[in-house]
């Protein structure tokens, strides 16, 4: 089971909860993630403030994986839940995803995102037809350099259906002694660094992110524990 919570610097919050439990053929996990956005002025078409909104954005996973020797496979069915102002939407979509260790040392991982995903408005306005909005897949390739010295190095690439361009990371982790580890990694030219402390059945972990915005940083700490 494990849990985390993010501040970001503008003021929001996110936080994700889930669990995975072993079936006789594999592994079955549920989650949720939730971002709060904070609050923001609302205003009339005379640009006066008339009360507040808030950004609000709920995703809820049932997942589901086996191993099958070097290789895994996996799927997650998510629902979601979005509201920004006094607009509210709710949808869903697939996620698939294999690993393969290609050598001992070499793991190669696909994932495509949000098969048949897309929102569907739940308010009724004047003059507009309510119909699912679909979303376009997003696929994701990563392979991970697995050394027997306590280090580890990563690359990945996204691939975003609806943009021409490509976004791309990579990260390192190293165990500095058994029951301690940090790593940095780097996404879409933003920084991040974190550490992990494994104190018996439990990981502890601090993270921090740059955010590109407002030139600070996201601070997410999390716990997770074996029973």
Same mark, same amino acid.
Request: net charge positive; hydrophobic share 45%; proline share 0%.
């Given at each position: 089971m494990g849990m985390s919570g993010t501040r970001l610097l503008y003021g929001g919050y996110a936080g994700f909860v889930g669990m995975a439990f072993n079936l006789p053929t594999g592994v079955m996990g549920i989650g949720s993630y939730t971002l709060y956005g904070g609050s923001f002025? &609302? &205003?009339?078409? *005379?640009?006066?403030? *008339?009360? %507040?909104?808030? /950004?609000? @954005?709920? @995703?809820?996973?049932?997942? /589901?994986?086996?191993?099958?020797?070097?290789?895994?496979?996996?799927?997650?069915?998510?629902?979601?839940y979005e509201r920004n102002g006094n607009s509210t939407f709710a949808g869903g979509g697939v996620d698939v995803g294999t690993q393969v260790y290609v050598l001992p040392i070499l793991k190669v991982g696909l994932t495509i995102q949000d098969l048949g995903g897309g929102m569907y408005p739940l308010d009724s306005r004047l003059g507009e037809r309510k119909r699912y909005n679909m979303s376009y897949p997003t696929l994701r390739l990563g392979i991970a350099l697995i050394t027997n010295r306590n280090f580890t190095l990563s690359v990945s690439g996204i691939k975003h259906l609806d943009r021409s361009t490509f #976004? /791309?990371?990579? #990260?390192? %982790? /190293?165990?500095?002694?058994?029951? @301690?580890? +940090?790593?940095?990694?780097?996404?879409?030219? +933003?920084?991040s660094a974190g550490l992990t402390f494994h104190v018996v059945q439990f990981d502890v972990s601090y993270a921090f992110t740059l955010d590109t915005v407002s030139k600070g940083f996201n601070h997410t700490a999390s716990v997770a524990f074996l029973f």
């Open positions: 002025a &609302r &205003r009339d078409l *005379n640009g006066f403030k *008339n009360g %507040e909104c808030i /950004y609000l @954005a709920s @995703a809820f996973y049932l997942s /589901y994986g086996v191993s099958l020797g070097v290789s895994s496979f996996g799927f997650s069915f998510k629902g979601m #976004g /791309y990371g990579a #990260g390192a %982790e /190293y165990a500095i002694v058994k029951w @301690a580890s +940090v790593y940095i990694g780097i996404h879409d030219l +933003v920084f």
